[in-house]
């Protein structure tokens, strides 16, 4: 017999309350960010806290008394649709949505969060502009991209995007 038990991570909470974000584990720290607020206005700011600190209250089940402390990034330039894993993160076909959902504006290009330099840089472009597409990473430099929405329909385009960072 299995069972299961959901527990509430108090301490861990979000600074803010977000929704459709991305989150991924990079040197030593969990990222979070991007999607949208409480409002349903896009969401560009994104926040670090240290991997031990979500192991610690994840193998105590969140029996510590006070909260964390999530540190601020530098906002990203568009909103979010997936974090890939890395020593720096890419942030891939965000695209700058209007208050209208339906109208949210493609973008083909590629940032990269340099947490040494704390800021985000444009490092190239992918083939095809879309929003909210399936990513897959296949290892720290490449990802498999599926479908995503075109602005006025949805897709069925896969790409293989290869990234070479230099230092």
Same mark, same amino acid.
């Given at each position: 017999t299995e069972s299961k038990q959901w527990?509430? $991570?108090k301490s861990l909470q979000l600074?803010?309350?977000i929704f459709s974000c991305g989150m991924t584990i990079s040197s030593g720290y969990?990222?979070?960010?991007?999607?949208r607020n409480a409002a349903e206005k896009a969401y560009k700011s994104y926040w670090r806290l240290?991997?031990?600190i979500v192991q610690r209250s994840v193998q105590s089940r969140d029996n510590t008394?006070?909260?964390v402390i999530w540190e601020k990034i530098a906002?990203?330039?568009f909103r979010l649709s997936s974090l890939l894993p890395n020593s720096k $993160?890419?942030?891939l076909f965000g695209g700058?949505?209007?208050?209208?959902k339906s109208e949210d504006r493609r973008r083909s290009d590629i940032f990269v969060y340099d947490p040494t330099q704390k800021r985000w840089t444009a490092v190239g472009n992918i083939s095809t502009e879309r929003t909210r597409p399936c990513l897959v990473p296949i290892n720290s430099n490449a990802v498999f991209v599926c479908g995503g929405y075109m602005g006025n329909s949805c897709t069925n385009k896969t790409e293989l995007l290869v990234m070479f960072l230099y230092n």
């Amino acid at each position: 017999t299995e069972s299961k038990q959901w527990y509430s $991570l108090k301490s861990l909470q979000l600074p803010e309350p977000i929704f459709s974000c991305g989150m991924t584990i990079s040197s030593g720290y969990v990222y979070i960010g991007g999607g949208r607020n409480a409002a349903e206005k896009a969401y560009k700011s994104y926040w670090r806290l240290p991997w031990s600190i979500v192991q610690r209250s994840v193998q105590s089940r969140d029996n510590t008394s006070s909260p964390v402390i999530w540190e601020k990034i530098a906002d990203s330039p568009f909103r979010l649709s997936s974090l890939l894993p890395n020593s720096k $993160l890419p942030v891939l076909f965000g695209g700058n949505e209007s208050e209208i959902k339906s109208e949210d504006r493609r973008r083909s290009d590629i940032f990269v969060y340099d947490p040494t330099q704390k800021r985000w840089t444009a490092v190239g472009n992918i083939s095809t502009e879309r929003t909210r597409p399936c990513l897959v990473p296949i290892n720290s430099n490449a990802v498999f991209v599926c479908g995503g929405y075109m602005g006025n329909s949805c897709t069925n385009k896969t790409e293989l995007l290869v990234m070479f960072l230099y230092n």
